[in-house]
């Protein structure tokens, strides 16, 4: 990793409500990078082509996602095969999930000057939540403890797309992905389009409260790359006028 600069110089840690009250006096100089967007979206082919050029430029760079806390991911992955366990449980399990990646990886890396670059974050986390019928102020402050990104990308894809990407990718469709739990459809295939369809919808939502950049996830994965890369270039480089936050 190149020595710290200007834009690497430490800043205070912004939390979008109440934080981790012994950590908001630390400092970062890293850089957190959220990629947003549905199943088959692209989000992890884009994490690890922008992960290259970024090491590549001499960046220190870690990868997160969801699941995949070494508390609580196993319960999870157990509770969705089940599908028993109710849509707030879930919400607080998956919050769960989060707070011990931010704590325990997140934040350490930050400290240390690493770029992040999360496959997906608490955004997916509250629409499917929210579409669910758990209100959207109680979301908020379940995920209050949550560090605001840096950078926050949504890759928009017309669900008749996923679904298309999703068999290339796999024989059959997702249960929870499809919506299945909400009896939205007798059809799986039409869940997924509906259920996708009010997910976008979500994220749409909270585009302006949470500064997601909305970004043409239908073109080529080259295309979507040169759109990422140049807008994370233009911000890492950007010394420090680059904002915590957006």
């Given at each position: ?218 073109r080529t994965i080259q295309e ?23």
């Amino acid at each position: 990793m190149t020595n710290p600069t200007r834009q690497q110089m430490y800043q205070p840690i912004k939390f979008y409500a109440h934080g981790i009250p012994y950590l908001k006096d630390d400092k970062i100089r890293g850089r957190l990078i959220v990629i947003e967007g549905p199943d088959a979206s692209g989000r992890s082919t884009q994490i690890e082509l922008i992960t290259s050029k970024l090491e590549a430029d001499g960046h220190a760079v870690v990868n997160t996602g969801l699941k995949r806390s070494e508390l609580v991911s196993e319960g999870i992955l157990l509770a969705q095969q089940s599908h028993t366990m109710g849509k707030r449980t879930l919400s607080l399990f998956y919050a769960a999930d989060f707070a011990d990646q931010l704590e325990n990886k997140i934040i350490p890396a930050l400290e240390a000057g690493y770029v992040v670059l999360a496959d997906r974050y608490i955004y997916t986390l509250m629409a499917r939540a929210v579409i669910r019928g758990l209100g959207r102020r109680w979301c908020h402050n379940l995920f209050g403890f949550a560090l605001v990104p840096h950078l926050v990308f949504y890759l928009d894809v017309d669900p008749a797309e996923l679904v298309h990407r999703v068999f290339l990718k796999r024989s059959s469709l997702d249960y929870y992905e499809s919506g299945a739990d909400m009896g939205l459809s007798d059809d799986m295939y039409e869940s997924f389009i509906i259920y996708q369809g009010l997910l976008a919808k979500e994220f749409y939502k909270m585009q302006k409260r949470y500064g997601l950049v909305i970004i043409n996830g239908n073109r080529t994965i080259q295309e979507i790359n040169m759109d990422l890369q140049k807008r994370i270039d233009s911000f890492l480089g950007s010394g420090s006028n680059g904002k915590l936050g957006l």
